[in-house]
Each structure stands twice: as C-alpha cells, then as structure tokens.
C-alpha cells in the first residue's frame, strides 16, 4: 500500500530508480508480485531502449535484437509481455573481407560455400562450431577472448570470422580483457535460438512494461538509509521512502553517484562501458545486400525493417556500427562508407542520425573477475534493503538479457525483504 506522511513524504514497498528496460522489469515483476511500487525516471521510459521516429522511420539507439531463447525473453513472457517482430533473413548476410563481399556463413552449408575463408579454414571452423552447443561457457568463464580462441590454434583467415561472429552477439571489442564465457553463451544462442527484430523498434515493448507499474517522472538525486530502517530517496520533485530500493540507474557510475559518500561497494574492476559509434539510416528503397559484416575492420551493417515493420511501405531502417569508438571525425565516414556497401547510396538516404558514443553496456564481464558470475551481485551488502540492477549486474545473460533478468532477481529480492521488514515491524508493534 503507498501511503503518504505528514511531511508530503510518499512511502512505498519497492522504489526503483531508473527506466530502462532493467527498472521497468524490476518494476513490473515487484508489482505482479503483490507489492506498492513505483518506477523514478528523469527522462522518457526505456533507457537505451527508447526509440525515435524520423519523417516515418522509427530509430533504435543503433542495432537493437532480442534473443528469441535467452533469458530476457523469459522475463517477458513471465510478465504477460510478447515481443512481437520477425528473425533478420541470415541467407541474405555478406562478409566484407580485403574489398571483397563473400557470403557469410550461417550453418555448415554455407560455411562451405563461401570463399571468406580457405578449405583448411573451413575445416577448423566446422570442427569448433560442431562443439560449439555443448561447450562449458561458464568453465571459460576466467579465460579471455582472446586465450579462448589462441587454444583452437585457427588459421588467419579463420581466426577473423570468429572475431567478427563474437562481435556481433557480445558488441564488445576489448578481446583480451572480455570473459570467453560471455562470447560461447552469444554465439550458443545465436545459433540455437536466433534473434528478433521488433516491430515498432522497441517502443511497444518499453510500452507495455511501463504499463504493468506507476512510472513517474523524477530526477533522483541521492539514496540513503534511514534511522528507522527504511531507504529514503531524494528527488527534485520531492522525498519518497520505501522498505527496499532497486537501483537500476544505467551504469555504475551513474549508481555510485547516488550512494552516501564513503560506501564501499565492494564491486573491484567492474570493467569499462562496452562503446559503439553507431549511424541509423532511413532509406526509400530496401538495400542489397543489406547486411554486411566487416572482416577486416570492427564493422556491421544491418537493415532491421524489414523484416520488421519500422518504416514506410517500399523503404527500410538500416543500423551501421562500428565496435570501439575512436572520433567523430573517422567514425562517421567509415560507416558512410560501409552503408554504401550494404547498398544504401547517399541519394537512397531519406533521414538519418549519427550517434558518435553509444554507450552499449554499462561494463562487459571481464575474464580477470570472472566472467558473468564476477558481475556485481543483486544485493548491495553494505546497504541493506538497495539492490542492483542492469546490463552490468549478476550472473546471467549479456545486454538486454542481463537487464531484464537482474531486474526480475532484483525486485524479487526487494519484495521478499519489504516483506520481512513489514513482518518483524507488526512483531515489535
């Protein structure tokens, strides 16, 4: 129940701070689960997951899929949530290697079909993918990316495939420092499950989980611990208590800065922002190839409508990026350039928006904390009744996925405390 004090103070069971796809999940799961709930947002809801529409074209934040078997969609589903969208066409995808577009591989047949890699090549890279699904991620989970891929001793040409494939499902760049772990569970998924496209981009699915709970407009300025136990949050729009917080503010830069000064979080090296320079097109006619992955530089264009329904009748919505961000001034060219070679011309460019740092992932899990389950965990033990929750938070799943699945665990967690807290406080009355 959401009661208010005397002093204009609103008093919930769950506070969540933050939006995005992390905060409305916890949100949402908190209040499905019986408890008074309210979502504190500065902006518009959806965080990274928020959308654009430009002259009829709707935008993601760059190229935006949802894993069709992963663990966010799990979530979703547990909310009453369906996704709806349709799987981008993998027979369609090019590899761009040393000026030459070569047919990507997708499956062992047209693994060799292609001429991206040589025969011994091929060889090798059957042999990895064939062990691929029952490969042990969580056993590589201390093992770098780069140490991962040195033990299959690939051929040169083989090695830059598998680069390229990991960059597509993990977004990251940084190889020697990114667990193994995170990039076996992508490329498992991928080939087991595929990915969606959303229609609409992902504004229906930020719609209907902010449905599901009261999201109110704020811009919180700190959370701290109360003397009776509670956790009070200051706003500029006024204070509000609750019995357990979540704290789903993007990034861990942007969680510390909320916390009392001088709180030991106990995270260590949470790693750095997984970055992207990322150019959204829309275009009048639908591009061929359309979907162009760089070899020879981190680089990926892919036409997301269609298949889903983001554009006007006859045109399309096509995401260029570049893994790592260096400037503006070399990052926008290039992926002029490689527009151009997933067959979108200037002249097909009816609108489009460059955004020069995306900022993908709050922290990618890194080999050296071990993996995903070196994550932050969901609880924030110096501070009881503050969970966490994000791309960057607890032991399952990578980006989307990460973030809808720590926002469950969170507001889980959250409820059950707000209810032992009610519990022990009807005792001692």
Not at 292 to 308: I, K, M, N, R
């Amino acid at each position: 129940m959401t009661t208010e004090t005397e002093t204009g103070t609103k008093t919930y069971d769950v506070i969540v701070v933050g939006g995005g796809l992390a905060g409305l999940a916890a949100g949402a799961t908190a209040k499905r689960a019986g408890a008074s709930v309210v979502v504190l947002e500065a902006r518009r809801a959806g965080g990274r997951a928020r959308t654009t529409e430009r002259d009829g074209f709707v935008f993601n934040l760059g190229a935006h899929a949802l894993y069709r078997g992963g663990p966010g969609m799990a979530v979703l589903q547990r909310l009453g949530v369906q996704p709806q969208g349709s799987p981008p066409p993998l027979r369609n995808y090019q590899v761009l290697a040393d000026g030459e577009l070569h047919t990507m591989p997708s499956g062992p047949g047209s693994l060799f079909r292609t001429t991206a890699v040589s025969l011994r090549s091929k060889v090798q890279l059957a042999k990895l993918l064939a062990l691929l699904p029952k490969m042990d991620a969580a056993g590589r989970a201390g093992v770098s990316v780069d140490d991962w891929i040195g033990d299959f001793e690939l051929r040169a040409d083989g090695e830059r495939l598998l680069r390229a494939l990991i960059r597509i499902g993990t977004y990251g760049s940084d190889f020697g420092r990114l667990s193994a772990e995170a990039a076996i569970l992508q490329l498992q998924q991928a080939s087991a499950s595929g990915v969606l496209y959303l229609d609409g981009g992902w504004a229906p699915l930020v719609a209907a989980l902010a449905a599901r709970v009261d999201v109110q407009r704020a811009t919180v300025e700190s959370v701290a611990p109360t003397p009776g136990g509670g956790i009070e949050v200051t706003t500029d729009d006024g204070s509000f208590s609750a019995r357990s917080v979540v704290l789903a503010a993007g990034t861990p830069a942007a969680v510390r800065a909320l916390l009392p000064e001088g709180v030991d979080t106990g995270w260590g090296d949470v790693g750095d922002p997984v970055v992207a320079a990322c150019l959204d097109s829309g275009a009048s006619m639908v591009p061929r190839p359309g979907y162009v992955l760089g070899l020879d530089e981190p680089l990926y264009a892919t036409t997301q409508s269609p298949p889903a329904r983001q554009a006007p009748p006859g045109c399309a919505v096509v995401a260029v990026i570049r893994y790592g961000v260096r400037s503006a001034e070399l990052d926008r060219p290039q992926l002029e350039r490689h527009r151009a070679v997933a067959g979108v011309a200037t002249a097909d460019v009816v609108t489009d928006r460059f955004l020069a740092r995306m900022v993908v992932t709050g922290a990618m899990p890194l080999a050296s904390s071990g993996g995903l389950r070196g994550r932050p965990p969901i609880a924030l033990a110096s501070l009881p009744g503050l969970y966490l929750a994000g791309d960057w938070v607890g032991g399952e799943g990578l980006l989307a996925d990460a973030s809808l699945a720590s926002g469950q665990a969170a507001a889980l967690a959250a409820v059950r405390n707000a209810q032992r807290c009610a519990s022990s406080a009807t005792l001692v009355s």
